[in-house]
């Protein structure tokens, strides 16, 4: 049987930068998996159905393939707005979810989160945070998303009850390539004591961030640091403010850490210092739960 005949629905996790789809058949078995830099940010709203036939040529001609869809594929910008649940809610929104038609394509963009007060918003986290809890159905405690913009949610009975985002993959990016920071900032390399070092001095002197920031400039000048003892602690620094002002989150709670490998490390690390009980989750393949869970949802909806 060709690979097109197996096709029962695709998976797709639409970020800004990237488009991956994983192929699936109807007991939730990947097929394929397929990557392409087609994201949101490089895409008009008209293109997203021929990026995704770019992937997966193997839908052309099929009709009602549903495809469910994650993350800023449903942003203002992406192919269609997804309106957000508003928390506390279930992570997973599939009946809250927006449809559309593209040719033969039968496509579902599930719903972000959103979070009045303070204001705060996620897309794509609340998919991982839904397959997360299809593995640990019990869990109640914090989850912490590391990233670009790193989130901290807190889960009770299957909920998200509350959640806040921190800047910190971002600010490191910025200063670490646009500011003053930039000539003494190594593009990689790492100084395992001088991060746990910035660590400890940001997490109990966090108001004086802005100053320890330009030492790391001022050291290199007067004392010869290396640059890549300066990315450590930049790191150390940023991640030891966001722990800071999440300690509310996850003191004395079980945390789970779900993301890519080095930085869901770091963090994992920072946190078992602190005293954490901290488990360590892929978050590429508990988005794939999180999306196989929505169809399920689906199949159970329309049987």
Known sequence: MSLSAQISWVAVDWGTSHLRV?????????????????????????????????????????KQ??????????????WAEAPYAQAPCKPL??????????????????PGVKQMSP????RGEETQIAGFLEAHSGFDGVICLPGTHSKWVHISAGEIVSFRTFMTGEMFDLLGRQSVLRHSIAEDGWDVNAFES??????????????????????????????????????????????????????????????????????ADALVAQGGAVTRVSGLDITLQGLCAAYSQIKENTE
């Open 22 to 62: 994983w192929l699936m058949d109807s007991a939730n078995t990947v097929l394929a998996g397929r990557q392409s830099t087609d994201g949101m940010s490089r895409l008009a709203t008209n293109e997203y159905g021929d990026a995704l036939y770019r992937l997966v040529p193997e839908l052309d001609g099929r």
């Open 65 to 78: 393939i549903p495809v469910i869809c994650c993350g800023m594929v449903g942003s203002r910008q992406g």
């Open 93 to 110: 929104g599939i009946d809250a979810a927006t449809c559309l038609q593209d040719g033969a394509l039968n496509v579902r963009i599930l």
């Open 119 to 122: 204001p705060d918003v996620m």
């Open 198 to 267: 910035a660590l400890s001095d940001a997490l109990s002197r966090p108001g004086d961030i802005a100053a320890r920031l330009f030492s790391l400039r001022a050291a290199q000048l007067v004392g010869d640091q290396s640059p890549q003892t300066a990315r450590a602690k930049l790191s150390g620094l940023l991640v030891g403010i966001e722990l800071a002002a999440a300690r509310p989150y996850w003191l004395g709670q079980p945390i789970a850490i779900i993301g890519a490998d080095a930085l869901a490390q770091i963090y």
